[in-house]
């Protein structure tokens, strides 16, 4: 479909790179972004800024970005809607917009950044449980592929919590100097604990943002085949997201000075919260549990709190702690061996296709999973 001359060009040079190696530097570019979404919204909520003001400005900016992408690079492609797609955009939307940041802001507002970041870890787990529930995610523990990839999983969250719980002696302190700049930058930042709120409450609402979460990331997949036009299928949860905060609004922030954006630091929360953390990573996220599933977004997950404790070392003057080297090297390992379980398990599809085609007996089909592309499309459009 593509013209001759630079078009067709530019589209072979981004095919010369394997779609593998896309979908993983697509997620570490997207837990980077995650990373400063922590910071940036606790920071936000110590400015005043509304729990749900926030939101509803995040959706906006994410909708907008979104819209005209969706509009004039998906005509083609775009399936026509119906009743039912509005349906489940509608409910997808209320899972992983309006329920997801909502008990994500009203959780953080409760607790603190450190706690909010733990306790995301348990996201790959629950994706990967609700997956397998499903049949999304095709899991035999009979076999060394299977038992690699949960052993897997189950180590990447052990690494991220060794770096969020356990500091252990420093290995690395940044100059004195840098230490004093950091200090008198973020002085008047309170990042805190929230104390005087209800840190139980933070705790329960934490959860549901991970069950909420980790369903939306699940739910999708399914609702991919059938719209596989991603950036409108963002933008109308957007745009649902945003009507269903309205509504929330309307019955919880009647106070007009609420809505009002008053410093530079506030305005530049709620563009971050919007471009990157809702309209650049919600697009690459779709992308990815398009062509990698759901457990393979989830699984980096950990990769954050990592990003987290190397960022905060190197620009925020944090001394760099011995659970924090221990962490990484769990997450590395356990990310590797889940990549190799996923491996494996094609070599084995494989293996039986041929024997299927060389005996003409049909064998049992391996279902999608990690890096094998839950559509069956080709590449070329990559």
């Known amino acids: 479909m593509a013209d001759a001359g630079g078009g067709s060009s530019m589209g072979r040079r981004m095919c010369s790179i394997p779609e593998k190696f896309q979908l993983h530097i697509a997620m570490l570019a997207l837990q980077f972004g995650y990373a400063g979404f922590h910071v940036v919204s606790r920071l936000a909520l110590n400015m005043g800024i509304s729990k749900i003001v926030f939101p509803v400005y995040r959706n906006i900016l994410a909708f907008i970005l979104l819209l005209p992408f969706a509009y004039f690079l998906e005509k083609k492609e775009r399936p026509p809607i119906t009743w039912s797609f509005i349906l489940e955009f509608f409910l997808l939307a209320i899972v992983g917009i309006t329920a997801n940041q909502g008990f994500y802001l009203v959780g953080l507002d409760n607790t603190s950044p450190t706690f909010a970041s733990a306790i995301q870890n348990s996201v790959p ?30 180590i990447c969250v052990a690494g991220a919590s060794v770096i969020t719980l356990f500091k252990g002696p420093a290995i690395y302190s940044p100059p004195a100097s840098l230490q004093r700049a950091a200090a008198e930058a973020m002085a008047p930042v309170v990042l805190g604990d929230a104390s005087g709120k209800s840190w139980t409450m933070g705790c ?22 059938r719209y596989p036009a991603r950036l409108s299928f963002t933008s109308y949860q957007c745009f649902f997201g945003i009507l269903q905060f309205l509504v929330i609004a309307a019955f919880f922030e009647r106070n007009g ?31 990815c549990i398009d062509k990698g599933g759901p457990v393979f977004v989830a699984v980096y997950q950990p990769v954050q709190t990592l990003v987290v404790a190397i960022t905060s070392s190197l620009l925020l003057g944090e001394e ?15 990310l ?19 024997a299927e085609h060389s005996t003409g007996r049909p064998t049992p089909q391996i279902k999608a999973s990690i890096t094998q592309p839950l559509l069956t499309q080709t590449t070329e459009n990559v």
Do not use: N
């Open 125 to 154: 787990a629950i994706t990967f449980l609700m997956a397998a529930l499903l049949r999304i995610e095709k899991v035999r523990l009979d076999r060394k592929d299977g038992i690699s990839k949960v052993a897997g999983l189950l």
């Open 320 to 334: 760099f702690y011995l659970g924090g080297i221990i962490g990484a090297a769990l997450i590395i390992f356990g």
């Open 257 to 287: 000075e609420a809505w009002l954006i008053r410093t530079g630091s506030e305005v530049f929360s709620v563009f971050y919260a919007g471009v990157v953390a809702s309209g650049i990573a919600f697009a690459v996220q779709i992308w």
């Open 204 to 225: 329960l609402y934490l959860i549901g943002h991970c069950l909420s979460w980790a369903g939306w990331l699940v739910l999708q997949a399914p609702v991919l085949k």
């Open 336 to 354: 590797y061996l889940v990549l190799w379980g996923k491996s494996e398990e094609k070599k084995f599809a494989a293996m039986h296709s041929h």
